[in-house]
């Protein structure tokens, strides 16, 4: 039997529509200048973005043909996000801090026609230009597009000039909700990046997630302040559902160092923020030093990377904010899991739930793999590897069918850990990064964690190095926090009792800043790399 019940496509065309109408005069887009912010409300970026259509179309893009954007976070990088799947081309956001070789390589795999550039990304841009092959068209949003000298073949156009004089409406084309509608490729640590295909229908799933009470729990009236940025895993949904929902976003644009950070939110009193743990590091170490009242937030995102409990617990207590816990990853769109205690837990019992990487929601199927390829209880115990599938997880990439990476129609997401019968997911490792001590497991993580809720720790990275009698230990990088001292043999003391006597670290070593990846996560495989050329300075504690 047939169902009786429309079948429109579920577009980006919608959340356009819907943002720039009903919530187009309340909702707004802010962005940083570093001084102040400008503003347009989301009527007017649906004008704008009508206006990009029309200019996009001037420019010869036609059919699924790719958009690229160079672009930090700002009220034209939101335009670009809402026109450009819109009129049916594909957005592809280039991530601005992968190796320029990568970049070109990631511009040329997915055949960008166009790229919108801000101008001061101009002077990094313009050495990757003349690599990338399949550009005709470079658009600069802000200052002067002359400034950009451009190879033979490729045109350069000013941003407010294109879109000056084009209709300020446009007539969107009915698409199939499961074609292409943005890309965006992983930072790929070890081969190429791999670019993932997200449709009008993944991302518009996606959305709803987000804005779920048990979601992000993004509302209408919200003040999102995205600093996860726009070019990685699509700035975790919140544009575009922000655009369903009616939540205004705040843009820092490039000042993402904590003071300017503080300052904006200090100004712009976001209610929500997203990021990753190591840009609150900074964050909470700017408001030690700088007091400033960021009481209009109630919840912050934390992902990315394991959030240390610590963190959480300083975010509550000092400020009376929220943090959510949630684990994914661009393959995911990148909501994976999320944690919110069940509502039966009160007290001292949620930090368990908390801390955890949380629930898969009901469109996130999870299954744990063992060593052996069978699969494992959800026993709060089996340690194994996670695999998931559903409607906004990837079961391929853009033409790379990397059989290492799916199964089955799974994904394996190279993180190691375990399942509470509740369903909760711990996360214990990347597998990569497990370290075998002896034939036992040490979960890095669970070290950098203790190690990090120390006073003077800022940040702690704790990688496995070769032992000739256990074949790997630990070996913790600790960054002080400024003004605070505090030796290994101390740290080390302080972990006895919160962590197995065996799995004790002796290897410490101090560094001034942890190395940290395009997006800001710890980078181990430049740890590794350093200790392998023997540029740390290793303390054995004996
Ligand atoms: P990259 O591999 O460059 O970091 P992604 O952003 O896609 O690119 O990273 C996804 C990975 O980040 C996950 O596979 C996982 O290892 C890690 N991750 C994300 N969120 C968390 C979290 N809450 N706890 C632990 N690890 C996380």
Known sequence: ML??????????????????????????????????????????VGRDAARLAHALRGLGVTGDQRVGTFMWNNAEHLTAYLAVPSMGAVLHTLNIRLFPEQVSYVANHAEDHVVLVDHTLLPLFG????????VRHVVVVGGDPAALDAPSGVEVHGYADLLAGQP??????????????????????????????????????????????????????DRGLAVVPMFHAMSWGLP?????????????????????????????RPTMAAAVPTIWQGVLAELDANPRDISSMHEVVIGGSACPPAMMRTFQERYGITVVHA????????????????????????????????????SVEGRLVGD????????GRSVGELEVRGPWVAKAYCGDDDPEKFHDGWLRTGDVGYLTPEGFLHLTDRAKDVIKSGGEWISSVELENQVMAHPAVAEAMVIGVPDEKWSER?????????????????????????????????????????????????????????????????????
């Open 3 to 44: 169902s009786t019940m429309n079948d429109g496509p579920l577009s980006i065309a919608r959340l356009l529509r819907q943002g720039s109408g009903p919530h187009g005069a309340s909702a707004e887009v802010v962005t940083w200048t570093g001084d102040g912010a400008r503003r347009s409300t989301y009527a007017e």
């Open 127 to 134: 050495k990757l230009l003349p690599e990338m092959k399949t």
């Open 168 to 221: 300020d409406e446009f007539d969107w084309p009915e698409l199939d909700e499961r074609s292409a509608a943005a890309m965006c490729y992983t930072s790929g640590t070890t081969a190429n990046p791999k670019g993932v295909v997200y449709s009008h229908r993944s991302i518009y799933l996606h959305s709803m997630q987000v804005c779920m009470t048990d979601g992000m729990g993004l509302r209408q009236g």
């Open 240 to 268: 575009y559902a922000a655009f369903m929902i009616g939540a205004s976003m705040l843009m820092p644009d490039r000042f993402l160092q904590p003071e300017p950070l503080v300052t904006m939110m200090a100004a712009e």
């Open 327 to 362: 684990w994914g990853m661009t393959e995911t769109s990148p909501l994976g899991s999320l944690a919110r205690p069940p509502a039966s837990a009160t007290g001292e019992d949620v930090w368990p739930y908390r801390e955890s990487q949380g629930r898969l929601p009901a």
């Open 372 to 379: 052996d390829g069978g699969i494992l209880p959800w026993d």
């Open 474 to 542: 630990p070996l913790v990088a600790v960054v002080l926090r400024e003004g605070q001292s505090a030796d290994a043999a101390e740290l080390r003391e302080f972990l006895t009792g919160s962590v197995a006597g065996w799995q004790l670290p002796e290897y410490w070593t101090f560094i001034t800043e942890a190395p940290k990846t395009s997006v800001g996560k710890f980078d181990k495989k430049r740890l590794r790399q350093h200790h392998a050329e023997g540029a740390l300075d290793v303390i054995h504690l004996t």
